[in-house]
């Protein structure tokens, strides 16, 4: 195990960094989305933005960042699922195929389709992104939530799910690969609605919303991660934003 960790000490350091310098930014910008009473109990607490951004920045570069991507190189192994990263011609159509379509499923898809029916949804496409979002969207959603949903989590169920139906099997059958894929998907949109919850009402238009768009693309991110390895899945993931992200600036 620790073998392991001491040859990917690159990978875990990238993963540090795009934590904390992501995580800085996704505090800095967070407080412009949050509803007025989430603004009004944060200056109750004393929380400003800077200790905000600080805190989120520990949190996405150590807790969710580094330490999840180590167990996650562990487990990983033990059920086939890590590579590391290689240029692969195979991986560049899919990779970019997903990327552009998880970006325009973002904007302006969001904005047509549910922003007609919600005026939260609409108002988010009313302002340009900032850097400080850009980068967030990029390291962040891009790498450190790769880690968590992909890396640990799905490779956590392919084991568990392996060790429980499929003990008697050498390697992990197709099957167990796609339910750890779809469990981590429909995780990775629940995982979501907390932050929808903090700056509005959460209804079932919302809802159905978080589910198609983040637990649909976290199916193809954790499919790019079992035939590719994670860093495709992280490219995908973090282009997919940073695409959407210009098109807001050029557009809006």
Same mark, same amino acid.
Request: with cysteine.
């Given at each position: 195990m620790r073998d392991t960790v001491k040859r990917n000490w690159k990978f875990l350091l990238f993963v540090l960094i795009s934590g904390l310098i992501g995580g800085y930014c996704t505090g800095f910008y967070l407080p412009e989305a949050?509803?007025?009473?989430?603004?009004?109990?944060?200056?109750?607490?004393?929380m400003t933005t800077e200790m905000l951004a600080r805190s989120a920045a520990v949190q996405y570069g150590i807790v969710f960042g580094v330490m999840l991507a180590a167990i996650g190189l562990i487990v990983s192994g033990k059920v086939g699922l890590w590579k590391e990263f290689r240029f692969e011609k195979n991986a560049v159509v899919p990779?970019?195929?997903?990327?552009?379509?998880?970006?325009?499923?973002?904007?302006?898809?969001?904005? =047509?389709?549910?922003?007609?029916?919600s005026r939260w949804v609409?108002? /988010?496409?009313?302002?340009? #992104?900032? *850097?400080?979002?850009?980068?967030?969207?990029l390291l962040v959603g891009g790498v450190v939530e790769e880690v968590m949903m992909r890396l640990f989590l799905m490779s956590l169920l392919v084991l568990v799910i392996s060790k429980l139906f499929r003990k008697n099997e050498k390697e992990p059958p197709a099957g167990v690969f796609a339910a750890a894929n779809?469990?981590?998907?429909? =995780?990775?949109?629940?995982?979501?609605?907390?932050?929808?919850?903090? /700056?509005?009402?959460?209804? #079932?238009? *919302?809802l159905f919303r978080c589910f198609l768009f983040n637990g649909g693309l976290g199916l193809c991110f954790g499919c790019l991660y079992r035939k590719y390895g994670i860093g495709?899945?992280?490219?995908?993931?973090?282009?997919?934003?940073?695409?959407?992200?210009?098109?807001?600036?050029l557009f809006i």
């Amino acid at each position: 195990m620790r073998d392991t960790v001491k040859r990917n000490w690159k990978f875990l350091l990238f993963v540090l960094i795009s934590g904390l310098i992501g995580g800085y930014c996704t505090g800095f910008y967070l407080p412009e989305a949050f509803s007025q009473e989430m603004l009004r109990q944060l200056q109750e607490q004393g929380m400003t933005t800077e200790m905000l951004a600080r805190s989120a920045a520990v949190q996405y570069g150590i807790v969710f960042g580094v330490m999840l991507a180590a167990i996650g190189l562990i487990v990983s192994g033990k059920v086939g699922l890590w590579k590391e990263f290689r240029f692969e011609k195979n991986a560049v159509v899919p990779t970019t195929v997903i990327a552009v379509i998880a970006a325009l499923c973002l904007f302006p898809g969001d904005k =047509l389709i549910f922003g007609s029916y919600s005026r939260w949804v609409n108002d /988010m496409y009313h302002t340009a #992104p900032g *850097l400080p979002k850009i980068i967030a969207g990029l390291l962040v959603g891009g790498v450190v939530e790769e880690v968590m949903m992909r890396l640990f989590l799905m490779s956590l169920l392919v084991l568990v799910i392996s060790k429980l139906f499929r003990k008697n099997e050498k390697e992990p059958p197709a099957g167990v690969f796609a339910a750890a894929n779809l469990i981590s998907a429909l =995780l990775f949109a629940a995982g979501h609605l907390p932050g929808t919850m903090a /700056m509005t009402a959460l209804t #079932p238009l *919302l809802l159905f919303r978080c589910f198609l768009f983040n637990g649909g693309l976290g199916l193809c991110f954790g499919c790019l991660y079992r035939k590719y390895g994670i860093g495709y899945a992280m490219i995908a993931h973090g282009a997919a934003h940073l695409i959407s992200d210009t098109l807001m600036i050029l557009f809006i």
